[in-house]
């Protein structure tokens, strides 16, 4: 098994410009996350899945959309990236979003916005 | 408050125990306690978890204190691949709840 997988692992991009984060899991977990991680910081929920086809804000989704495209997928999106959202991204999955269940999570993005 | 409070850093000797504390006195009855820990450019690696009992599992053990307002991640004998930073979170039925801290950053000194 793969794990959680995420894609791509580095990006540069120009303010305004827009991306798709993709994150994958092949363990058939229901729940999946993203998080931000600045320098030097623990890590920051923007957005969660507690089941396909719903998604909810987290702590910081401001500048970010998500689409849990199915039940293996879950995708983070930046309409007009700006320098504030330079920062290593982190998808996450767990077979349930209870305390009861662990979160595995993918090697990362790394995201440079200029 | 979801929030835990750990030391910033500490340091061990290799094949000494190591005992890393957290403090999570607002904690709710529900609330899992949870521990990962990261590497250096790597994503975050779950290491145990408990909610009222103390836990092993081959990586690690954890021991919660009898009011769960605090809890410690024991680790058994330091090698120099525990060097990481270890993140204590409470984890229950809410799930924008979840609140990672700057964590314990663990030097291991051979």
């Known amino acids: 098994n793969a794990g959680v997988t995420q894609t791509p692992k580095f990006q540069v991009l120009k303010t305004g410009q827009s991306m798709t984060l993709q994150c994958a899991q092949d363990?058939?977990?229901?729940?999946m996350y993203w998080y931000r991680q600045d320098p030097g910081m623990g890590l920051r929920l923007i957005y969660y899945?507690?089941?396909?086809?719903?998604?909810d804000k987290g702590e910081v989704p401001n500048g970010y959309n998500v689409s849990r495209l199915n039940k293996r997928e879950f995708s983070l999106r930046l309409e007009s990236a700006a320098p504030s959202q330079t920062s290593v991204y982190f998808c996450?999955?767990?077979?349930?979003?209870?305390?009861?269940?662990?979160?595995?999570f993918g090697p990362g993005t790394r995201l440079t916005v200029t | 408050d979801a929030k835990t409070t750990q030391p910033n850093s500490m340091e061990s000797n290799e094949e000494e125990p190591v005992h890393l504390p957290c403090n999570h006195s607002?904690?709710?009855?529900?609330?899992?306690i949870h521990w990962y820990r990261q590497l250096p450019s790597q994503g975050p690696e779950y290491v145990i978890h408990?909610?009222?009992s103390n836990v092993n599992n081959r990586m690690a053990s954890l021991a919660i204190a009898e009011d769960r307002k605090s809890s410690t991640l024991i680790l058994h004998r330091a090698t120099l691949r525990d060097a990481a930073v270890y993140y204590c979170?409470?984890?229950?039925?809410?799930?924008?709840?979840?609140?990672f801290g700057p964590g314990t950053s663990l030097s291991v000194i051979p």
């Open positions: 899945s507690a089941s396909e086809g719903t998604t």
């Open positions: 408990g909610l009222t």
């Open positions: 363990m058939n977990h229901n729940s």
């Open positions: 996450a999955s767990s077979a349930l979003g209870t305390g009861a269940y662990e979160q595995y």
């Open positions: 607002t904690i709710s009855g529900t609330d899992y």
């Open positions: 979170i409470r984890q229950g039925t809410s799930y924008d709840k979840v609140i």
